[in-house]
């Protein structure tokens, strides 16, 4: 016997028992049976409505081999394929019929192999992509597939036919609207003939002898749960198909308690009360763990006054204990709550490991489907150490862009959490976090969110989030989230509660999303951002992550997608970017509201746009406080890869926009570019025995390149590893090749590059400038130095002077030795950072020959022994020895290491993400030779597994492996 769960609401209908997504004859068919089915292309998701082309059918089965639902076996045709064979053939109005000349032998199942389900899917043709399809009209369930069972011979079934339904894996009913007193159009059939039943609550209403088929009109006589059964007795045995339908009572009208707020408010330890906006849907039903999932009266909402909102006040709550939940609209919708901190995701979650998030509670698997929310009473709040952090001026940001998923291997929290000693040792004084709120999969970079309120669990629970961002704080470290708030996917349930699944689009009337896109380069779905109810979520939203999370701002994505200036037609294409990039008062004010909107909630938090529109527009937002990225890949990859012709970078300086203040972060790197050192090394220019192609050559380059950015005043972003030459292809797929299908795929995390000698030394010319730049002789001048540049040709050159201080930046990027031509600021001797060389300047132009791929960073003072640019720090350099025997390491294994000279000795222990796991000094020590027990140096505390050992003296390393077996 089968279970169904029906909704209904409201009043009589009755159905057309022909109005079916498919109808297949015989209905209880076997292995052999000829069968035809006939699609309607005007129910389910209307993919295929009003198609004028040819229509196929995409098909396999469900065997006793299938593992799940969607493990199709002994499917006869590719996709996407125009395989007459498999055409349907049109009836006209939408109805196309497919005949199969026996099951079994359709679909060459080898004999002994049950067959339980035929499953199909509709669709056109198109060889260029673009595919029409037919499907069930939840694509969220089983991606719409279509399903209908097969019967061993001679069984004996019984299948509710009316209310309509969908044949999904589990057949899914549409009730029709009733009340008490109403009636339902009821009707089942039966695959033999007997004695037919129909019981409604118990009560027989219906009985026929010897038939295969029952029809009734059943009177609703009370609201609640009804229960109709229908059965079949034949031979002595009784068959039947049970249908649970839920009927209404009146919706309670009363306003929304004193002070509650959208989403779940906590009332003590025992009870929340959740409030929803649904302005126009006429009922919602909390279903959950609390009420095992079933639709009863007691858990239907109230409606405010106004129409908008539904509100409930749960109670009796065990303290403590998560409950899951959903909010069921009008009888057939479900979905989660937006304003929920967490959410189960049936397919996503089981990917989730229990070290990256401990004791996650288990999906009500066959309750319901679709991400479910959770609430938590009485839980325990995290204990803030840094309670009063002062964030870097925004003038001086030296940005750090981290997707954790390609940063760390177990890209979670608390590892992430671990490496902050990296950042810190760097120099940068802020991270920015690619999306880590909820979004569509595991593996994404984190553009498709869904819930804005729940941190993804992918990377962790939401305690040891905040365990990181105080960590960070501790550290002068700021955290910036990356929101994106120009867009959302399928998943969101903003999105699914005003939906149009017949063109596939948010419908007319959404709150937050219009049907369409309005601007190029949307992806998703485009949020209205002069809808009221938009503007109340964007304050919502970044109010809660910046009290509940202390972050200290936002970048937002795709910022100037905040328009509702129609510069695409009535289908969101054929836009035209020039006049989506133009001068847009609207915009402009939408943006200067939710600044202030931001500042009045954090005073002084940051908040960057992604804007790259015109100067104009960028100039007014930047001097109203808000900080602009400023993309300048292309100019600086083509100068490390000597195409000089077109690497002005001088479009970097915000004063060369003339913009009045220093609010342009310009950058060689982001998450949305090639790298540069891959262009480098596939793509570099050669000449005369100078190949830039070569990896230190390479390497080289792009440290001139990192001293040319990091000398321009302003904020800068640099990229994950950029800091150490990551040289792997944005576009890098998972099994090494490249392709532009790939860019978000996993890329390798290379740790192993802080082990290498050449990349330390990029490195190091990136800490040896953000040193610099937090130098109190020279800090100023990053802010608001005056500038003289030439950044056009292949010898560059750049200035940056205040009344006390000066730079000078050289660079040849050519390919052959050259002479410039450069003016000192200020006549006098001139030190170079990196090399100490000593430089006389005239105060008058004067030339200067640099080989190729050479610079030099003068300033007006001799820093040596007052910053500590590390520049010479070396990597297994040969004055430094170090050993340990027996390696793989044990109890008795004793480090052996050499100092040349008199200097401070320590070790640390590293693993392969980078994370130090521990730390000693071991004092000061004359030149000469050494031997210690291990565990007296560093007490090996660890899991088996691979990890390095760097022994450290006087700003130089060694760097040996180490094997726990």
């Not at 001293?707 to 576009?731: C, H, R, V």
């Not at 090494?736 to 802080?754: A, E, H, Q, S």
């Not at 050519?814 to 001797?829: A, E, H, I, R, Y």
């Not at 050993?883 to 008199?902: C, D, L, R």
Request: glycine share 8%.
């Amino acid at each position: 016997m089968r279970k169904f769960l029906l909704l209904v609401t409201g009043t009589l209908l009755y159905f057309c028992l022909s109005a079916q997504l498919i109808k297949v004859s015989p209905a209880f068919p076997d292995d052999d049976d000829v069968v035809t089915i006939v699609f309607d292309a005007s129910l389910g998701n209307r993919g295929l409505f009003d198609y004028n082309g040819d229509v196929y059918v995409h098909t396999g089965v469900i065997t006793s081999q299938s593992t799940v639902a969607g493990d199709w076996k002994y499917v006869p045709t590719s996709w996407n394929s125009n395989n007459a064979a498999h055409r349907l053939t049109s009836l006209g109005g939408n109805r196309y019929s497919f005949t199969i000349n026996g099951i079994r032998n359709f679909y060459q199942v080898p004999a002994g192999e049950a067959i339980r389900k035929m499953a199909f899917v509709f669709r056109s043709y198109n060889p260029s992509g673009n595919v029409l399809e037919g499907k069930a009209s939840d694509l969220s369930v089983d991606q719409g597939n279509i399903y209908w069972n097969v019967y061993p011979s001679g069984t004996h079934a019984v299948k509710i036919i009316s209310p309509i339904s969908e044949p999904r894996y589990q057949p899914h009913f549409f009730p029709p609207a009733v009340s008490p007193g109403d009636y339902i159009g009821f009707r089942a059939e039966a695959s033999k003939s007997g004695l037919m039943q129909v019981k409604l609550n118990g009560t027989v209403i219906r009985e026929e002898a010897d038939s295969t088929g029952i029809s009734v009109d059943a009177t609703i006589t009370m609201p609640g749960e009804n229960v109709l059964i229908a059965s079949s007795e034949a031979n002595g045995l009784t068959i039947g198909d049970t249908l649970k339908f839920f009927v209404a009572a009146p919706v309670t009208v009363q306003p929304l308690p004193p002070g509650v707020r959208e989403g779940i408010n906590y009332e003590g330890s025992d009870a929340a009360t959740l409030v929803l906006f649904a302005p126009g849907k006429t009922r919602v039903n909390v279903l959950g763990d609390f009420n095992n999932w079933t639709e009863t009266t007691a858990y239907q909402m109230n409606r405010s006054p106004d129409g908008k909102y539904f509100w409930l006040k749960l109670t009796a709550l065990d303290p403590g204990k998560e409950y899951a939940y959903q909010y069921l609209i009008d009888g057939s919708m479900k979905i989660g709550d937006p304003y929920c901190e967490k959410i189960l995701d049936p397919v996503n979650d089981p990917f989730i490991s229990s070290s990256t998030y401990p004791d996650l509670i288990a999906y009500p698997t066959g309750k319901t489907t679709g991400i479910v929310s959770v609430l938590q009473t009485d839980q325990a709040p995290y204990s803030w150490q840094v309670n009063q952090f002062q964030r870097p001026d925004k003038r001086s940001l030296i940005i750090y862009e981290v997707l954790v998923r390609d940063f760390i291997e177990k890209h979670d929290w608390k590892t992430l959490k671990d490496s902050i000693g990296y950042f810190k040792s760097l120099g940068v004084n802020a991270l920015h976090l690619m999306p880590f709120n909820e979004f569509e999969g595991n593996l994404s970079w984190g553009y498709n969110p869904s819930y804005y309120f729940a941190p993804d669990k992918y990377y962790g629970t939401k305690n040891t989030l905040k365990a990181f961002i105080d960590e960070c704080h501790k550290n002068g470290i700021a955290v910036i989230m990356d929101m994106v708030l120009n867009h959302s996917f399928g998943q969101s349930p903003m999105v699914q509660l005003y939906f149009d699944g017949s063109q596939n689009r948010p419908a007319p009337g959404n709150p937050w999303f219009n049907p369409v896109a309005r601007h190029a380069f949307n992806v998703g779905y485009d949020m209205n951002h002069e809808s009221i109810d938009t503007k109340r979520f964007f304050k919502n939203v970044c109010s809660f992550w910046l009290s509940e999370y202390r972050l200290d701002g936002f970048r937002f994505d795709l910022s100037k997608g905040f328009t509702q200036k129609k510069t695409c037609d009535d289908n969101g294409g054929n836009c035209d970017v020039n006049a989506w990039s133009a001068y847009d008062a609207s915009r402009v004010a939408i943006w200067k509201s939710y600044y202030d909107t931001l500042q009045k909630k954090e005073p002084g938090c940051y908040v960057i746009l992604e804007h790259l529109g015109v100067n104009n527009e960028e100039a007014e937002l930047a001097d109203y406080g808000m900080l602009l990225w400023g993309n300048m890949n292309y100019q600086f990859t083509e100068a490390t890869k000597g195409q000089v012709t077109n690497s002005n970078f001088s479009g970097g300086l915000y004063n060369a926009r003339n913009w009045q203040r220093p609010h342009l972060i310009s950058y060689m790197e982001s998450h949305d570019e090639e790298r540069s050192m891959y262009r480098c090394e596939t793509e570099g220019l050669s000449g005369s025995g100078y190949n830039i192609r070569d990896e230190n050559t390479a390497l080289r380059r792009n440290g001139m390149a990192a001293t040319f950015l990091l000398a321009i005043p302003g904020p800068k972003l640099i990229w994950q590893f950029g800091e150490l030459g990551y040289d792997y292809s944005i576009n890098q797929c998972s099994n090494g090749t490249v392709n532009n299908n790939c860019r978000t795929d996993l890329k390798p995390i290379r740790w192993d590059y802080y082990s290498m000698a050449n990349r330390i030394t990029l490195r190091n010319v990136y800490k040896a400038m953000i040193n610099l730049r937090t130098n109190p002789y020279y800090h100023n001048l990053f802010i608001g130095g005056t500038t003289s540049y030439d950044l056009s040709g292949g010898i560059k050159w750049l200035s940056v002077t205040t009344d006390t201080s000066a730079l000078m930046a050289v660079g040849n990027f050519g390919l052959n030795s050259s002479n410039g031509t450069v003016t000192f600021p200020k006549p006098g001797v001139w030190f170079d950072l990196f090399s100490g060389e000593l430089l006389s300047a005239t105060g008058g132009a004067q030339s200067i020959t640099l080989p190729a791929g050479s610079y030099r960073l003068f300033l007006n003072r001799n820093l040596n022994g007052t910053i500590p640019t590390a520049v010479n720090e070396v990597v297994n350099d040969n004055n430094l020895q170090v050993n340990v025997y027996p390696n793989p390491v044990g109890s008795a294994s004793i480090i052996h290491y050499t100092v040349s000279e008199t200097s401070a000795v320590g070790f640390r222990l590293m693993d392969l993400n980078g994370r130090v796991l521990q730390e000693t000094r071991v004092g000061t020590k004359a030149p000469g030779q050494y031997r210690q027990k291990l565990n007296s140096v560093l007490p090996l505390s660890v899991q088996s597994g691979l990890y390095l050992l760097h022994m450290q003296s006087n700003g130089k390393r060694k760097v040996i492996k180490l094997m726990l077996p």
